[in-house]
């Protein structure tokens, strides 16, 4: 039987972030409500020279070799931050990396589970074409605005997949649960740069979407909690996905208790020092779990659970591959986070305020101070300029 899962996988932030304890002490907030309350401690900071683009293609950027080029022949790229409401985002991505021209590139589209959608969408794609390989991008720059309620769990980041047969890192099982109901917790409307969000509702449905596919897995496949060696969340913030999986904690034993909680700690990591991502959060988590957790086996099954707003739920499982560990990039993501800038709070509201032109005029930026390889240079023409500064 053929096995079909993620063969590669990337990640990248911004360079610059804010310390929470700082962004609290400016709106009169108590740290611990940030640091403790919504467990987050950093939040990355998007300069105008990235977008959800080029987040998405240098996190690409990372992963892919020659032979991947030539082998992707579908990118499917999960936003809900996309650049434009008729070309897809994938199609930069493709232009940008270079990628085999014989190849499909669509945006995928339903708040944070956008990316999920793509990696499913990969598997059907791969089961009838084996020698392919897709690349699944989740990218996206949360914002809610200055001084809102949501403001301390905005960020800015992206995840790529490089999904095929056989792969490295892990298999992703058949068995899956998927729920949907239409419901306003969190919506953008086109003419809106922020997002609006019920953050109560937003909160409830997300424990119910979990609780429904959860039990509903159970029902169908016959697993149980000690079947599982962590279990992934999207973390809109790191204490969301505790919440839901203090829930079925009581179902396992004293071991599996232990094991999954200390499992999800490590989940956790890079969450809580990049921020909320929508669409690549639960991946960015998947990807912290397997470069921070030194115990984890090969042969491990790992749940995973994926929530976008409106709302789509998901729960679905993988196999950790043997040597999975060597085709990580723990270095490099140890690198990244350690060479990023802090901006002070004024410095990021000014960032946040800085936004492209809407009525056609022409703008060139400055990205000889973004250390990314791929920038936004401008816009001319209403046509964003793009650059790879490798090329």
Same mark, same amino acid.
């Given at each position: 039987?053929?096995?079909?899962?993620?063969?590669?996988?990337?990640?990248?932030?911004?360079?610059?972030?804010?310390?929470?304890?700082?962004?609290?002490?400016?709106?009169?907030?108590?740290?611990?409500?940030?640091?403790?309350?919504?467990?987050?401690?950093?939040?990355?900071?998007?300069?105008?020279?990235?977008?959800?683009?080029?987040?998405?293609?240098?996190?690409?950027?990372?992963?892919?070799?020659?032979?991947?080029?030539?082998?992707?022949?579908?990118?499917?790229?999960?936003?809900?931050?996309?650049?434009?409401?008729?070309?897809?985002?994938?199609?930069?991505?493709?232009?940008?990396?270079?990628?085999?021209?014989?190849?499909?590139?669509?945006?995928?589209?339903?708040?944070?589970? =956008? #990316?999920? $959608?793509?990696?499913?969408? *990969?598997?059907?794609? !791969?089961?009838?074409?084996? @020698?392919?390989? %897709?690349?699944?991008?989740?990218?996206?720059?949360?914002?809610?605005?200055?001084?809102?309620?949501?403001?301390?769990?905005?960020?800015? =980041? #992206?995840? $790529?997949?490089?999904?095929? *047969?056989?792969?490295? !890192?892990?298999?992703?099982? @058949?068995?899956? %649960?998927?729920?949907?109901?239409?419901?306003?917790?969190?919506?953008?409307?086109?003419?809106?740069?922020?997002?609006?969000?019920?953050?109560?509702?937003?909160?409830?449905?997300?424990? *119910?979407?979990?609780?429904?596919?959860?039990?509903?897995?159970?029902?169908?496949?016959?697993?149980?909690?000690?079947?599982?060696?962590?279990?992934?969340?999207?973390?809109?913030?790191?204490?969301?996905?505790?919440?839901?999986?203090?829930?079925?904690?009581?179902?396992?034993?004293?071991?599996?208790?232990?094991?999954?909680?200390?499992?999800?700690?490590?989940?956790?990591?890079?969450?809580?020092?990049?921020?909320?991502?929508?669409?690549?959060?639960?991946?960015?988590?998947?990807?912290?779990?397997?470069?921070?957790?030194?115990?984890?086996?090969?042969?491990?099954?790992?749940?995973?659970?994926?929530?976008?707003?409106?709302?789509?739920?998901?729960?679905?499982?993988?196999?950790?591959?043997?040597?999975?560990?060597?085709?990580?990039?723990?270095?490099?993501?140890?690198?990244?986070?350690?060479?990023?800038?802090?901006?002070?709070?004024?410095?990021?509201?000014?960032?946040?305020?800085?936004?492209?032109?809407?009525?056609?005029?022409?703008?060139?930026?400055?990205?000889?101070?973004?250390?990314?390889?791929?920038?936004?240079?401008?816009?001319?023409?209403?046509?964003?300029?793009?650059?790879?500064?490798?090329?």
């Amino acid at each position: 039987m053929l096995k079909i899962g993620i063969d590669k996988l990337g990640f990248y932030a911004p360079h610059l972030y804010l310390d929470m304890t700082k962004l609290a002490a400016s709106r009169n907030v108590d740290p611990d409500k940030y640091t403790i309350g919504i467990g987050q401690d950093k939040m990355a900071v998007a300069p105008i020279t990235q977008d959800a683009v080029t987040l998405a293609a240098n996190a690409a950027l990372e992963i892919l070799d020659d032979r991947d080029k030539e082998a992707i022949d579908f990118v499917i790229f999960g936003t809900e931050t996309g650049v434009d409401s008729s070309k897809s985002a994938g199609v930069y991505v493709h232009e940008l990396l270079g990628l085999n021209p014989y190849a499909r590139a669509i945006e995928v589209k339903q708040a944070c589970y =956008g #990316a999920t $959608a793509g990696i499913q969408m *990969a598997k059907g794609h !791969i089961a009838m074409n084996p @020698d392919s390989k %897709v690349l699944v991008l989740g990218s996206d720059i949360a914002r809610y605005g200055l001084n809102t309620s949501g403001e301390a769990t905005q960020g800015a =980041g #992206a995840v $790529a997949l490089l999904i095929s *047969a056989d792969p490295s !890192i892990m298999t992703l099982e @058949d068995q899956s %649960v998927y729920f949907t109901s239409d419901i306003m917790d969190f919506w953008r409307p086109v003419y809106s740069d922020k997002a609006f969000a019920d953050g109560k509702l937003s909160n409830e449905q997300y424990m *119910a979407f979990f609780s429904k596919v959860w039990e509903q897995y159970k029902a169908k496949t016959g697993m149980e909690l000690s079947d599982f060696a962590a279990i992934c969340y999207h973390l809109p913030y790191t204490k969301m996905g505790y919440k839901a999986l203090k829930t079925i904690l009581g179902e396992g034993s004293e071991d599996v208790q232990e094991r999954l909680s200390a499992n999800y700690k490590m989940s956790t990591t890079y969450n809580r020092n990049v921020g909320n991502i929508y669409t690549g959060s639960l991946y960015l988590s998947l990807l912290s779990l397997m470069e921070q957790a030194e115990d984890l086996a090969a042969g491990s099954r790992i749940g995973m659970f994926s929530y976008g707003s409106g709302a789509v739920g998901e729960f679905f499982t993988g196999i950790l591959q043997p040597n999975y560990q060597q085709h990580l990039h723990v270095d490099q993501h140890a690198r990244l986070f350690a060479s990023r800038i802090e901006v002070t709070v004024p410095e990021y509201e000014a960032i946040f305020e800085e936004t492209l032109p809407t009525d056609g005029t022409t703008i060139e930026l400055d990205i000889d101070h973004d250390p990314a390889n791929i920038c936004l240079a401008g816009v001319t023409d209403d046509k964003r300029q793009y650059v790879n500064k490798l090329n």
